[in-house]
């Protein structure tokens, strides 16, 4: 079964940028969407951003023209450049995948990453 792992969060001051990459590892054959989706305790999960395979790519309206969706197909990776991150950004981001396993299509999570942007 496919898994997905995340890296790249930490603390950053307004108006500063954070790399995060998630790397998609396991039995899988292949991967249709990925993306990342960002919670905060008490609020429902919100997109940030999702990639299809075919490279058609959604930003959440919050951090459109600040975020940028990379994916690298033949690694199975994700990556998310926040610049011009706002206090608002803060919250735990977790990247998923829509993989093919063995026999099925499933929705994989991580476990997630903490980004704190401090005003």
């Known amino acids: 079964q496919g898994q997905v792992q995340e890296s790249g969060g930490g603390l950053v001051r307004a108006g500063g940028s954070l790399r995060l990459s998630c790397a998609a590892s396991?039995?899988?054959?292949?991967?249709?969407?990925m993306g990342w989706y960002r919670q905060v305790p008490g609020n429902e999960r919100e997109l940030v951003a999702a990639?299809?395979?075919?490279?058609?790519?959604v930003y959440g309206d919050s951090v459109k023209g600040r975020f940028t969706l990379s994916r690298d197909n033949a690694e199975n990776t994700l990556d998310l450049q926040m610049d011009s991150l706002k206090p608002e950004d803060t919250a735990t981001y977790y990247c998923n995948a829509y993989v093919l396993g063995s026999k099925s299509w499933s929705a994989v999570w991580g476990q997630g990453t903490q980004v704190t942007v401090s005003s």
């Open positions: 396991g039995s899988i054959v292949s991967i249709n969407l």
């Open positions: 990639i299809r395979a075919d490279g058609t790519i």
